[in-house]
């Protein structure tokens, strides 16, 4: 498996694991996670599972997070501080990708390539269909338009198969999604693209981490961007995303799109957004980036574990299947996600039992209310994207997680199919 830095996924293994605390920031940063009834505060022995455990992290990395934030109250440089640029170059030496930008958002993290690739009303980005809405709404803000194209049944992502009849004379780009963790084909991905002279934007929103052929997520395409929104694998404490690109010239492009648009202080030879991300959040992501690795372990061995309790179960449940990974990827499991047949019904029963789960996404972007009123784009067959919104759950995963709390996952998935 593609290991992130051995020594140090080794050294955080033999860690004392940290109990798990109920977190209600988890249930509120998943907006559709069904939170359960009972709560308790001293690990899901009983009670309630966390859905993620943000507390427990922090418990195990207070120290350092703590003194990396002293040292920014310290030394006073809140915005382009000297974490920023810190920040930036681990992000870099963690993806294998030669520039990094931290920006203010996942959102920014998307807008800001396509504005520095200078898209124009009337250019159309390909896309998938079932993604979080920020996919769709970028290219939208930077002035294209999304073409949806449909998933494939066994990993979510875009169906490859389908891009090429959804290249127009208008096409400038291809917007893949890593969702949940897991990479779509990127070698066939940048083959069409190269093809038909197109750049690929990866949104790696959920995928910092994730690996395909032993290169990582965000150095797979031109330029790609990541969230680290809290509830992502790589979470700061507020918004926060980063951009990352092989190509310097596009880089200098969008450093200067990130600060308003300037060349040099005062002096604005395009136009930019405020997208710079806080010195706080860059501190707060070096000391969480130094436990990454072995997080992302603990991740794939939770999932790994799941897929073994659950795997028996697939033949005699309609509908029921667990989370495929294609060869030669490494899912950093964002989501463990399942489907079932009833899921309103497998929900209930879920939540009665304590365990809170969370949709990822109830809808297809072009059926979303504002979408389907404004689009300009192409109607297209998005039949395996509207099953999948209609059938995906996904359960509690996160790296602090105990046996005995995923056991308690488990049994409850048991009884609620
Ligand atoms: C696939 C995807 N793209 C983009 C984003 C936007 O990231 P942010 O919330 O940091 O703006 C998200 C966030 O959930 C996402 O999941």
């Known amino acids: 498996m593609a290991r992130w830095q051995d020594g140090k996924a080794a050294k955080w293994q033999s860690r004392k694991m940290v109990k798990s605390q109920n977190s209600e920031m988890g249930k509120r940063m998943n907006a559709k996670t069904s939170p359960a009834t009972k709560s308790n505060s001293v690990g899901a022995a009983t009670g309630t599972v966390p859905f993620i455990d943000l507390k427990a992290q922090y418990r195990a990395l207070k120290s350092r997070i703590d003194s990396r934030i002293q040292s920014v109250l310290e030394h006073g440089a809140f915005v382009n501080g000297p974490e920023v640029v810190e920040a930036e170059k681990k992000l870099a030496e963690l993806t294998g990708a030669p520039f990094a930008i931290a920006c203010a958002s996942g959102t920014d993290a998307l807008t800001m390539p396509m504005m520095a690739l200078g898209l124009k009303t009337g250019d159309e980005v390909i896309t998938t269909a079932f993604s979080f809405i920020a996919t769709a709404e970028t290219i939208i803000l930077a002035g294209g338009t999304p073409v949806y194209v449909d998933i494939e049944s066994e990993t979510f992502n875009i169906d490859v198969k389908k891009i090429e009849s959804a290249i127009t004379p208008k096409t400038k780009g291809i917007m893949p999604v890593s969702l949940y963790g897991q990479i779509p084909d990127m070698e066939a991905i940048n083959a069409l693209a190269a093809k038909h002279k197109l750049w690929v934007l990866e949104d790696g929103a959920q995928s910092f981490g994730a690996s395909q052929k032993q290169k990582r997520s965000c150095n797979l395409s031109l330029v790609a961007g990541t969230s680290f929104f809290p509830a992502k694998p790589l979470g700061c404490y507020g918004d926060g995303g980063a951009i990352f690109t092989r190509d310097e010239a596009l880089y200098r492009a969008m450093k200067e799109i990130r600060d308003h648009g300037s060349e040099s202080r005062y002096y604005h030879t395009r136009l930019g957004v405020n997208g710079r991300l806080d010195t706080l959040q860059c501190a707060i992501l070096l000391a969480k980036m130094e436990r990454y ?125």
Not at 313 to 324: R, Y
Not at 340 to 368: L, S
Not at 378 to 401: C, E, F, G, K, N
């Open 293 to 417: 690795p072995w997080e992302i372990e603990q991740r794939e061995r939770l999932a790994r574990r799941y897929s073994a309790a659950f795997q028996p179960l697939v033949s005699s449940h309609k509908h029921f299947s667990v989370p495929k990974i294609q060869p030669g990827n490494h899912s950093v499991w964002a989501q463990y996600t399942l489907t079932v047949a009833n899921r309103d019904d497998f929900q209930k029963k879920m939540n009665e039992r304590g365990v809170p789960t969370a949709v990822h996404y109830p809808r297809i972007m072009p059926d979303q209310p504002w979408y389907q009123k404004n689009y300009r784009g192409p109607t297209m067959d998005w039949t395996v994207a509207r099953w999948a919104a209609q059938h995906v759950v996904s359960l509690p995963i996160y790296p602090d997680m105990d046996e005995a709390t995923q056991d308690r996952v488990i049994q409850a998935v048991k009884e609620s199919l």
